[in-house]
């Protein structure tokens, strides 16, 4: 009898598991896997904080088609649903779905597979926000913006604050004011005891901190420090932009930011780059924490779940930091998970995930200045320029979508 294992998102962690199911777990067992995304290309994100300066990174390098991977599978082992998941029926074992056409679809599932990932909670589109058109319309928006704008303001200082800012700071010089807000005395540092984490949870070594702080300075990126946006006003500002070939533009609007600690900024362009949300929405509410992640269990399966067959990947769980570094690791772990509930000996016990312990952060701030950490150690500027900064590694994407490859590891 065929066993259908759901999987509820494409991106960096459903997307890869897929690909493993078929590859490894198909072979040995009659298996169907569907793939459930309101999103029929892949984001490669990574890039996006070079890929929103307009001329940086062409629209197909950043989203690639994601069926063409799966021809090479026998044909009914894969299905691709377009469309995002409502609800979950524990009891029926079903997931209802609303496609992309309007349409409300129950798919029944053996093993259920959650990796809906987050979204920053300003719905900037520097993650998909909705359909393929929602997300693209969002993203030639946003880089009209930064392109038409004479001053910029990025408000997070986390990891993909920093690099935004150093990306346009690289990109524009001092021809564009580039303003960063950090909440902690310096970038990559925020909370209330002036410590900063990366993934893995462990400190990251004050050369680094140094090394970003030094970096963005040098670049000319004007940092505010100990202060948050607590208030945002838009204004239509008099003077129009520029006109295009396609016409004269609406007047500029500009922001009016009012911070934390009483001053005020103005600038044309605010990219409010904190927070971030997990889409689990549709998610029984048992099996969420209090900040919407799913429970996980010492395997990663959704705590509590009433047939102990529902699976949480990435973002959405609450084992690790929401961080793209670990995402191999798991998606290496709950697949040969899913090999033993599907296809290993009955009673076989299913394997335990270790977290990684390990810090690791890799910042491109452009293509020259860049810094990163593993473990305690802090890596040369030009190992992370080479390795990251020269092309956000756009030029891994095809065989990363087409399933021929993890990020840092084999398929």
Known sequence: MTQTVVILGAGWAGLPLAHKLLKYTRPKTDLKVVLVTPNSNFFWNVAATRGLIPGEIPDGKLFLPIAPGFNRYPAGAFELVLGRAEGIDETANTVRVITNAGAAQDITYNQLVIATGSRISSGLPLKPIGSDQQTLDAWHALQQRVGEARSIVVAGAGPTGVEVAGELAAKYGRTKSITLIASGSKPLVSNAQDEASGSGGGKLNPSVLAAVDSDLQQLGVRL????????????????????????????????????????????????????????????????????????????????????????????????????????????????????????????????????????????????????????????????????????????????????????????
């Open 224 to 411: 505010i420090r100990n202060a948050r946006v607590i208030k945002e006003e838009r204004h239509q500002d008099a003077e129009q932009a520029p006109a295009t070939t396609a016409g004269p533009h609406p007047p500029r609007q500009t922001h009016k930011l009012i911070l934390s600690d009483g001053s005020v900024l103005e600038a044309d362009c605010y990219l409010p780059l904190f927070g971030v949300e997990v889409n689990t929405s549709f998610v029984p509410a048992h099996l969420l924490d209090e900040r919407g992640n799913v429970r996980q269990d010492a395997s990663l399966r959704a705590a509590g779940s009433r047939n102990g067959n529902i699976w949480a990947l990435g973002d959405v769980g609450d084992t690790e930091p929401k961080q793209l570094t670990v995402t191999d690791a798991q998606v290496i772990h709950v697949a040969a998970a899913l090999d033993v509930v599907l296809a290993g000996k009955e009673g076989a016990p299913v394997p335990v995930y270790t977290p990684e312990k390990k810090t690791m952060l890799f910042l491109a701030l452009g293509r020259k200045f860049a810094t990163g950490q593993i473990g305690g150690w802090k890596l040369w500027r030009f190992l992370v320029a080479w390795v990251k900064g020269r092309k956000l590694f756009v030029d891994t994407a095809e065989a990363y979508v087409g399933g021929t490859r993890l990020r840092h590891a084999a398929m």
